[in-house]
């Protein structure tokens, strides 16, 4: 069973614009949301991670909203680059425990 | 910067061959961990391990085994090799006691 659920699948961005990739999870043991960023040919890489006992984290360009409640978490880029053209995995993991990942979200920034 | 190696980018084996995948990493961290990428499937995690002789199954352990016989070196080992383990192989690791991890850049494997 899928832990943490993410959409959309792929993402078309205008250079500029905002990408909004969405995560839900089920289980509210969890208490570690980062999210990766994988080009091609590489490794996942972390880029940048959020904890329940805050709504909000910014770091850059990059943001994660995170609606506890909710039981969803988002990641936000603002002003997208073609540099970000990139798959981005969201995951989430119960304290000192191995991650969950989603199925990732093909992200194309265009010109 | 933390350093995770994995020997081969890209390896090429016959079904029923027995297959060794070796993971080392520099930064002497407890955690080491094999996953599995398929398109439109995600990562998902074949075994752990958080010390040296310790190993936990992951959500898809079946039909291969592991081995940590020293803290920096992590083996992921397909018994039997068939083509549905053709796939993009993922190791990492992470501190003892935090979570995330540090991943390689992943072994190509195709059985055939």
């Known amino acids: 069973q899928q832990q943490v659920k993410q959409s959309p699948q792929s993402l078309i961005v205008q250079k500029g614009g905002i990408s909004i990739i969405n995560c839900a999870y089920e289980n509210t043991a969890f208490d570690y949301f980062p999210w990766y960023q994988q080009f091609p040919g590489k490794g996942p890489a972390l880029l940048i991670a959020i904890r329940p006992d805050v709504s909000e984290k910014k770091e850059g360009r990059f943001t994660i909203s995170f609606n506890k409640s909710a039981k969803q978490f988002s990641l936000h880029i603002m002003d997208s680059q073609p540099g970000d053209s990139a798959t981005y995995f969201c995951a989430a993991s119960w304290p000192g425990y191995a991650l969950n990942f989603g199925k990732g979200t093909s992200l194309l920034v265009t010109p | 910067d933390v350093k995770v190696t994995q020997s081969s980018r890209y390896l090429v084996k016959r079904t029923g061959e027995k297959v060794f995948l070796e993971c080392v990493q520099d930064m002497d961290h407890e955690n080491m961990f094999w996953y599995r990428q398929d398109p439109g499937l995600g990562l998902r995690l074949i075994y752990f391990s958080y010390d040296v002789k310790m190993k936990e199954k992951g959500d898809i352990p079946e039909g291969y085994s592991v081995s940590r016989e020293k803290k920096e070196r992590f083996s992921l080992i397909l018994e039997s090799a068939s083509t549905n383990q053709t796939s993009m192989y993922l190791c990492?690791?992470?501190?003892?006691?935090?979570?995330?991890?540090?991943f390689g850049d992943g072994t190509r494997l195709s059985i055939l």
């Open positions: 990492a690791s992470s501190p003892g006691g935090q979570e995330g991890g540090h």
